[in-house]
């Protein structure tokens, strides 16, 4: 089995949730994971040792969080030599029907000019949680405005499938061993 990296950017820590269960079914096909904040795991000391990476972060605004793009920008060289996968947590399913289809159907250029820096093996959208105190005064009222709906949008079975098609596709990878 192979070392893992799943890194990852959360405001909230719906994006570290999901990120976690990822690694757990990881984990559940034998590889050996390792979970951990994005920017603290890339910052300073350049790429950590790992046979392939998962990486995502919470997306405001249309962009990853700050620190993430700035720690993947970073890394990049390093990342395109490795498999990786990259995925994105916004909040599509909040959004009533039509909006919601035409969300999903978006390209949101940062999250693309992104990934196109990093070429992952495949880049996901999941949704993720919104609640009221996530929003400002004026976000909130937009949110409500436009007939959103606050909670927990997150699909596991979704993340959960995912994360089993990457286990697959790590089974082909030579294996390194746990990390010292």
Request: hydrophobic share 45%; aromatic share 6%.
């Amino acid at each position: 089995m192979v070392l893992v990296r799943v890194l990852y950017a959360s405001e909230h820590h719906s994006t570290q949730e999901i990120a976690s269960r990822i690694g757990a079914r990881l984990r559940i096909h034998g590889h050996h994971v390792d979970v951990r904040e994005l920017a603290s795991a890339l910052g300073g000391q350049g790429l950590p040792r790992a046979d392939a990476f998962v990486m995502g972060s919470a997306v405001h605004d249309g962009a990853w969080l700050p620190t993430a793009e700035a720690a993947v920008r970073v890394g990049a060289e390093g990342l395109r030599e490795q498999p990786v996968w990259m995925f994105s947590v916004g909040m599509s399913a909040a959004l009533p029907g039509l909006l919601r289809l035409l969300a999903d159907r978006a390209v949101q250029p940062h999250v693309a000019a992104l990934v196109d820096v990093v070429r992952p093996r495949e880049h996901r959208r999941f949704s993720g949680v919104i609640r009221r105190e996530h929003l400002d005064r004026k976000g909130a009222v937009l949110f409500r405005l436009l007939g959103c709906r606050y909670g927990d949008h997150r699909d596991w079975a979704a993340v959960e499938a995912w994360a089993d098609d990457i286990a697959r596709q790590l089974t082909a990878l030579p294996a390194r061993g746990p990390a010292d």
